[in-house]
Antibody, heavy 122, light 109 residues
């Protein structure tokens, strides 16, 4: 059974750095073609793709946010960590982590976490 | 990096068919066959419904189908059921990242 779960602060102040952890089970990030990514959704708004890390440590970032994002993995702990610097109220959103289907060339997510709401406010 | 364009809302009666469009550019939808569609019920995580333009994951009813022409992809839901009422998002590979659409609210009348 594949599960993913996001964890981190529910409230951060403007200018602070957000650190979110995705803890998963049922698959390994050491397996070829596996990837884990992050997607966010402001309240009442659309999904926005943020970042993706692959089994081989290749990383991809949203062009509009790449200067603020860092994605890393800890294969031994089955975790992926996303950090976002200089948080602003517009970054208030539900943040999801999701698994990229472990097939060469796959460009979609087959399993998602439940999401975690992060509010940016002073 | 602009979001893909979807209609804000569509509606249909039970048993009818509806089509949701998703318009991009020659740099995303028009450049490859990596278009996917996600269904999202209120307060829930997205669920993959279509991938690679036309493919259905195991467990997704064949009432859901996808297509693409040029820079526009479409999701068609036939035989509408009450449980289909949800938000639908298209997603396309754009060279080095993924781009989502603005989302479409499907209402089953």
């Amino acid at each position: 059974q594949i599960t993913l779960k996001e964890s981190g602060p529910t409230l951060v102040k403007p200018t602070q750095t957000l650190t979110l952890t995705c803890t998963f089970s049922g698959f390994s990030l050491s397996t070829s073609e596996v990837g884990v990514g992050w997607v966010r959704q402001p309240p009442g708004k659309a999904l926005e793709w943020l970042a993706l890390i692959y089994w081989n440590d290749n990383k991809r970032y949203s062009p509009s946010l790449k200067n603020r994002l860092t994605i890393t993995k800890d294969t031994s702990k089955n975790q992926v960590v996303l950090t976002m610097t200089n948080m602003d109220p517009v970054d208030t959103a539900t943040y999801y982590c999701a698994r990229r289907l472990p097939v060469a060339g796959a460009r979609y997510f087959d399993y998602w976490g439940q999401g975690t709401l992060v509010t940016v406010s002073s | 990096q602009s979001a893909l364009t979807q209609p804000r809302s569509v509606s249909g009666s039970p048993g009818q068919s509806v089509t949701i469009s998703c318009t991009g550019t020659s740099s995303d939808i028009g450049a490859n066959n990596y278009v996917s569609w996600y269904q999202q019920h209120p307060g829930k995580a997205p669920k993959l419904m279509i991938y690679d333009v036309t493919m259905r994951p195991s467990g997704v009813p064949d009432r859901f189908s996808g297509s693409k022409s040029g820079n526009t992809a479409s999701l068609t839901i036939s035989g509408l059921q009450a449980e289909d009422e949800a938000d639908y998002y298209c997603c396309s590979f754009a060279g080095a990242y993924l781009l989502f659409g603005g989302g479409t609210r499907l209402t089953v009348l």
